[in-house]
């Protein structure tokens, strides 16, 4: 049974960085697609990136341009590179495999 795991939220400022971790465990398979979610406040749970076994990417129009997916199909994890942050990218970030959910990472950008 797949397991998931992120970890690198915080706070930050403005502008500023947070590189977010996903790793999994039990069967995974390099051909597998990971996704980025994140749930602000309030709001829905919405669609943040992915990646696919061939290192497809795709992004939501909010985080084109600022935020990079990768993948280390060695270390079974999933990275999400958030770069000019904004207050609106508060968040819970989850990631996703195979319909699985990790329990998420809380990223707060704040002055």
């Known amino acids: 049974q797949v397991q998931l795991a992120e970890s690198g939220g915080g706070l930050v400022q403005p502008g500023g960085s947070l590189r977010l971790s996903c790793a999994a465990s039990?069967?995974?398979?390099?051909?597998?697609?990971m996704g980025w979610y994140r749930q602000a406040p309030g709001k829905a749970r919405e669609f943040v990136a992915n990646i696919g076994s061939v290192s497809t990417t795709n992004y939501a129009g909010s985080v084109k341009g600022r935020f990079t997916i990768s993948r280390d199909n060695a270390k079974n994890t999933v990275y999400l590179q958030m770069n000019s942050l904004k207050p609106e990218d508060t968040a819970v970030y989850y990631c996703?495999?195979?319909?699985?959910w990790g329990k998420g990472t809380l990223v707060t950008v704040s002055s």
């Open positions: 039990g069967s995974i398979f390099s051909q597998d697609a």
């Open positions: 996703t495999l195979r319909g699985v």
